[in-house]
């Protein structure tokens, strides 16, 4: 019997120089590993929760406690489209943002998305550093990271690239990023 040669395995997307956003669980080091990628490449780097405080003139935890989430993420929402204007960047974002059908479309079409993929074990480490993420104020980290992986990562696995960034040191990230983007 005749045998099929093995099928190629489709070629990963490529990067053509659209602005690079960071999608990602807290924690996952986006904007971190976005900072470092953006001077590695010679790029503006831009972290969309800065922007949106900016923009609001109060902290993101302040906006979720006087207006609620669904006023934060109509900011997150503008913003980010703001940010997609074509300009050469690399943009971290905040981690609901790509969950959002309409700031996730808007990446997907205007930009080129990197998932930060980190387990919830090792989220947990890196979020207790900081108390300033309304979701997990005064709950159980492990428990809300679990969950938000179980409905969120179906979303971010459509980023145009996915990087482990489990324990290896952030910029071991931005190394397999570069190569990733035929940078080194
Ligand atoms: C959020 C993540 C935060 C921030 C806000 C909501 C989320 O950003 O946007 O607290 O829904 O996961 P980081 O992912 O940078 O912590």
């Known amino acids: 019997m005749l045998q099929s040669p093995a099928p190629t395995p489709p070629e990963p997307p490529r990067w053509n120089g659209q602005p690079i956003v960071l999608v990602g669980l807290m924690g996952a080091g986006k904007s971190t590993v976005g900072r470092r990628l953006a001077t590695r490449l010679g790029l503006p780097f831009v972290d969309a929760d800065t922007e949106i405080e900016i923009a609001a003139g109060m902290a993101v935890a302040e906006i979720f406690e006087r207006f609620g989430e669904a006023h934060f993420r109509d900011g ?9 204007d074509g300009e050469r960047r690399v943009i971290a974002t905040g981690g609901g943002a790509f969950v959002d059908p309409e700031t996730r479309a808007a990446i997907l079409s205007n930009g080129f998305a990197i998932w ?3 387990k919830p074990a ?14 997990l ?9 679990e969950e938000l992986a179980r409905v969120r990562n179906p979303f971010y696995a459509t980023a145009h690239l996915r990087v482990s960034s489990h324990r290896a040191p952030h910029d071991a990230t ?3 990023i570069l190569k990733a983007l035929g940078k080194i």
């Open 137 to 145: 104020r005064n709950r159980d980290p492990l428990a809300v990271l």
């Open 116 to 118: 930060l993929d980190a």
């Open 122 to 135: 090792v989220l947990v480490e890196r979020v207790s550093r900081r108390d300033t993420r309304p979701l």
């Open 174 to 176: 931005v190394n397999t």
């Open 76 to 84: 997150e929402r503008r913003v980010i489209a703001r940010l997609m």
